[in-house]
């Protein structure tokens, strides 16, 4: 049940960009995108519901498509601050809040 | 802003005390949940909470028990603990099912069971 995080890890150079990407091999009701810094507690990103709807969070946007039951994560012009673990989230019954997270990706941009 | 208080940082117990983590949440919200996470596992669930009383196990509820008595309050109880239980604890809190705002985290309580 637990989404699949693609790549593990990568660095970066600032100003690059990088996409995450996450898969389930079950129907999705949505996608859930957290960060975690070192040492804190994961943030709520945003969350994609069923419809293929694409969000925008600053430079981060993520995109669902449910017939794949996968999204990704978009940073484009990657900052410093970007750096840390990336967690997708998905729920896969119904909207019942129960998410079951992905194993992360850790992401560290270099200056 | 929301707050997800957990009452430890750091803890160390040893093997076969009863031990228990402490959450408070102070935003109303309907919804909480515990998750343990080790390196290279991600996030696990392992109990949560759509109302007071309520529980449900999540996906490794093994060793563990829950207590909600009161809204703001989850509390998560290791009957005896074991070193396999050494880990960083998350709680978590959100307004309820259907809602657009996600999870709300504490800082996490780092638990180390000699």
């Known amino acids: 049940q637990q989404p699949v995080q693609s790549p593990q890890a990568v660095i970066l150079r600032e100003g690059e960009d990088a996409v995450i990407n996450c898969s389930s091999s079950?129907?999705?009701?949505?996608v859930h995108w957290y960060r975690q810094k070192h040492g804190e507690a994961p943030v709520f990103l945003m969350i994609?519901?069923?419809?293929?709807e694409q969000k925008g969070h600053e430079k981060i946007s993520a995109s669902f498509n449910e017939k794949k039951q996968q999204s990704s994560l978009y940073l484009t012009a990657s900052q410093l601050s970007y750096s840390g673990t990336y967690f997708c989230?998905?729920?896969?019954?119904?909207?019942?809040?129960?998410?079951?997270f992905g194993k992360g990706t850790r992401l560290h941009i270099l200056p | 802003d929301v707050k997800v208080t957990q009452s430890s940082r750091y803890l160390v117990k040893r093997t076969g005390e009863k031990v228990f983590l402490e959450c408070v949440q102070d935003?109303?919200?309907?919804?909480m949940f515990w998750y343990r996470q080790d390196p290279g596992l991600g996030l696990r669930l392992i109990y949560f909470?759509?109302?007071?009383?309520?529980?449900e196990k999540g996906d490794i509820p093994e060793g563990y028990s829950v207590s909600r008595e009161k809204k703001e309050r989850f509390s998560l109880i290791l009957e005896s603990a074991s070193t396999n239980q050494t880990s960083m604890y998350l709680c978590?809190?959100?307004?309820?099912?259907?809602?657009?705002?996600?999870?709300?985290f504490g800082s996490g309580t780092r638990l180390t069971v000699v």
């Open positions: 909470s759509y109302d007071v009383k309520m529980k």
């Open positions: 935003m109303d919200h309907e919804n």
């Open positions: 994609l519901l069923k419809g293929g």
């Open positions: 989230g998905t729920e896969i019954i119904r909207r019942d809040d129960k998410i079951i």
């Open positions: 079950k129907a999705l009701y949505s």
């Open positions: 978590a809190s959100s307004p309820g099912q259907g809602a657009y705002y996600g999870y709300t």
